[in-house]
């Protein structure tokens, strides 16, 4: 049977996969992915053969890998961050069905949510929620309501994709709705460049957030009504019934 | 300036770490951690001081390795997934505080979130809440809005600490709670012992899932309203407007 492994190589630089991922690769016979992706691995796999598609073409991208694998290659997807995580895998899974003499195999990694909070300190320790702000494929009023009952409910709120060239006052909607039910100086954070050359990150009020603009290789943190600023580092305390506990 | 890194371990066997956490258990002089997760490491890196302290010991086990760095020793502190999600980073930013002399950098992992999904195929693509059963931290009523404001919101749900001793039913009540908003058919996943020996996964109904019980080694995943059970994988399509999208 051929194998298909979806792999998540993390955030950034080669040192954020897991060995598990980098074992899939070596054992593989081609790598397909998004071209920005793969010029990230390409080379530490020297050997292998590089298949890559533009954005947006994820179906194409992965029909090209279950035809390498029908041929009896073993092939490898790459994502960003994490496979499962508004990545390939459940297309895969898809589109699988029609090809059941290919196996899928899916290799979880390190998601931007979890990369940035370790570069801000630790804004995800309590529960939180992940919101993509994208309307490309949900529409807008779903994310709104996200936004409402997730503040509502005092989460922590991670905002992926928070703008692009057509969304550039989407984040700015999103703080409005936010500060509905957060105060103006909840403790938020900001990471570009997770885990890659150029990584910066910056704590700021929601209130501050509300008129900064941000790019694209951006990820959003906005705290919960414990969260607090300590040594330039944003934390949420793991629990609410003490300040620090045992 | 001493150095301590706070490193998710990931889910599960040595090789679900990321080449960057195993890099930074290399160059340290001692592994400091909660006795089963230094017992799962501890073959790799046999030439580290290892310290351990029990369960429930988090401020004693941050003070320990403080103090080690404090002597001069470069220090590791581990954790299960990531040290961000429900982990040990927080409570060292807060108590480093005290040792302003010892510089503490955050490695990230993989959480049970992403790890369990994979196992499960691909339940968390789209926007998803993260919520812990345990209310030893927590008061039941936050817990309760949260799993009631989640379900409103059409979010994909992932608990974390489903069971314990003390708290058999609260799955059930859970449960309960989040078929206020949720429809009784709603595709659900079970993982036990994400990444380790024993691992294994249940696809259920969420009417199934509040007459099970699970132990405390399982992180339990409540599809969203578009999540769908796939060739006996747990699915969640990336959009609202298509099936299948480009």
Request: negative net charge.
């Amino acid at each position: 049977m051929s194998k298909i492994y979806v792999v998540g190589i993390g955030p950034g630089e080669y040192e954020q996969m897991t060995m598990r991922a980098a074992n899939a690769l070596s054992s593989c016979d081609t790598i397909v992915g998004y071209t920005v992706y793969v010029d990230l691995v390409k080379a530490h796999f020297a050997d292998k053969e590089f298949l890559t598609t533009p954005m947006r073409k994820e179906v194409d991208r992965c029909v090209l890998a279950f035809e390498e694998a029908k041929k009896g290659k073993t092939v490898a997807m790459i994502c960003s961050g994490d496979a499962g995580v508004y990545g390939m895998s459940g297309l895969m899974l898809e589109i699988g069905v029609d090809y059941p003499e290919v196996e899928v195999e899916v290799i979880p990694g390190v998601t931007a949510a979890t990369g940035g909070a370790a570069v801000l300190g630790a804004p995800l320790i309590h529960d939180f929620a992940l919101i993509s702000l994208s309307d490309l494929l949900t529409p807008w009023e779903k994310i709104e309501k996200r936004l409402l009952l997730a503040s509502e409910a005092d989460f922590v709120i991670c905002l992926y994709n928070p703008s692009s060239h057509k969304r550039k006052d989407y984040l700015q909607k999103a703080c409005d709705l936010m500060l509905q039910h957060k105060a103006p100086e909840t403790v938020c954070g900001l990471v570009q460049n997770i885990g890659r050359e150029g990584e910066t990150y910056r704590i700021l009020t929601l209130q501050e957030l509300r008129d900064t603009q941000v790019d694209m290789f951006t990820t959003v943190f906005v705290g919960n009504s414990m969260t607090k600023e300590i040594n330039g580092k944003m934390v949420t305390p793991r629990g609410y019934r003490h300040g620090k506990e045992e």
